[in-house]
T-cell receptor
Framework: SQTIHQWPATLVQPVGSPLSLECTVE??????LYWYRQAAGRGLQLLFY??????ISSEVPQNLSASRPQDRQFILSSKKLLLSDSGFYLC?????????????FGDGTRLSIL | AQSVTQLGSHVSVSEGALVLLRCNYS??????LFWYVQYPNQGLQLLLK??????LVKGINGFEAEFKKSETSFHLTKPSAHMSDAAEYFC?????????????FGQGTILTVHP
């Protein structure tokens, strides 16, 4: 069966520090991968998605970047965190065909910026 | 562009009462529709999905939803609420095709269940 892992579960970082959040998927190949941010009371905002190694699409301009160095690894990064980067970050995957395939979510990372 | 509207950011019911969470969507093509549940500090869990075929879809934990094309709705129901149903629920739509499985989510509805 397929599983998705995100770490760390919680993270407290000072403003201006770098960020690296990692997500890995097991039990499937060539998944579509997604990063979301969930701010309190604001639903889910799609940040990035990837349909293959090295292929990253950004949905909104922001202080963050994403990379996919391996088929089942998706990394969210920042060089300098802002206060507005606080939130709950969720990674998800779906079947490579995309059409009608549900997304499956990790347990998320709670990021607090001080 | 597709969009999802969840009517009511908060819904409160008594244990044993009917649960009805409303979702309306807009899409330029036949949509794929999903309901997810999120418990505090956890990721989203798929409750059910509509792709094609039968318009009444049954999911986990006793939930079901009916796709009504004429009303562009996909409301989520459960005949009898349990305390364990208290969570936030999200409706989502995907247009398929070249959308690469991207989902557009509603703003969520927090369900409170009173004893």
């Amino acid at each position: 069966s397929q599983t998705i892992h995100q770490w760390p579960a919680t993270l407290v970082q000072p403003v201006g520090s770098p960020l690296s959040l990692e997500c890995t998927v097991e039990g499937t190949s060539n998944p579509n991968l997604y990063w979301y941010r969930q701010a309190a009371g604001r639903g889910l905002q799609l940040l990035f998605y990837s349909v293959g190694i090295g292929q990253i699409s950004s949905e909104v301009p922001q202080n963050l970047s994403a990379s996919r160095p391996q088929d089942r690894q998706f990394i969210l990064s920042s060089k300098k965190l802002l206060l507005s980067d606080s939130g709950f970050y969720l990674c998800a995957w779906s079947g490579g065909q995309g059409n009608g395939q549900p997304q499956h979510f990790g347990d998320g990372t709670r990021l607090s910026i001080l | 562009a597709q969009s999802v509207t969840q009517l009511g950011s908060h819904v409160s019911v008594s244990e044993g009462a009917l649960v009805l969470l409303r979702c309306n969507y807009s899409s330029s093509v036949p949509p794929y529709l999903f309901w997810y549940v999120q418990y505090p500090n956890q990721g989203l869990q798929l409750l059910l999905k509509y792709t094609t075929g039968a318009t009444l879809v049954k999911g986990i934990n006793g939930f079901e939803a009916e796709f009504k094309k004429s009303e562009t709705s996909f409301h989520l129901t459960k005949p009898s609420a349990h305390m364990s149903d208290a969570a936030e629920y999200f409706c989502a739509v995907s247009e398929g095709g070249t959308s690469y499985g991207k989902l557009t989510f509603g703003q969520g509805t927090i369900l409170t269940v009173h004893p």
